[in-house]
């Protein structure tokens, strides 16, 4: 088992910035793919960001590329996003997740935990 838990969300404005992180406990953090997942309200959870378990080809989605970085510490099982320039369309409940020995994919179906949620809202 992995237990995943997110901090870090909140109300920001727009063109602010937050930051995302996600603290892992129960197995070897580094054997993990971790990945970022969003639902905004009305709307299914869609992908937003992954990263393989060697740390290498970070992934994003169309929408986030350029504003929004994933990145881990090993040392500390934390898998971080870093939010910036932020839009009123980025308002959802943000979820990471972990896939073992996974590339980071878009395919939430390859993730085998997740964590339970931090909610983030960008005032416009």
């Known amino acids: 088992q992995v237990q995943l838990v997110e901090s870090g969300g909140g109300l920001v404005q727009a063109g602010g910035s937050l930051r995302l992180s996600c603290a892992a406990s129960?197995?070897?953090?580094?054997?993990?793919?971790m990945g970022w997942f969003r639902q905004p309200p009305g709307s299914e959870r869609e992908f937003v960001a992954g990263?393989?378990?060697?740390?290498?080809?970070?992934k994003y989605a169309d929408s986030v590329k350029g504003r929004f970085t994933i990145s881990r510490d090993n040392a500390k099982n934390t898998v971080y996003l870093q939010m910036n320039s932020l839009k009123p369309e980025d308002t959802a409940v943000y979820y990471c997740?972990?896939?073992?020995w996974g590339q980071g994919s878009r395919f939430s179906r390859l993730y085998d935990y997740w964590g339970q949620g931090t909610r983030v809202t960008v005032s416009s």
């Open positions: 129960g197995r070897t953090f580094s054997n993990y793919a």
């Open positions: 990263m393989s378990w060697t740390g290498d080809s970070p």
């Open positions: 997740a972990a896939d073992l």
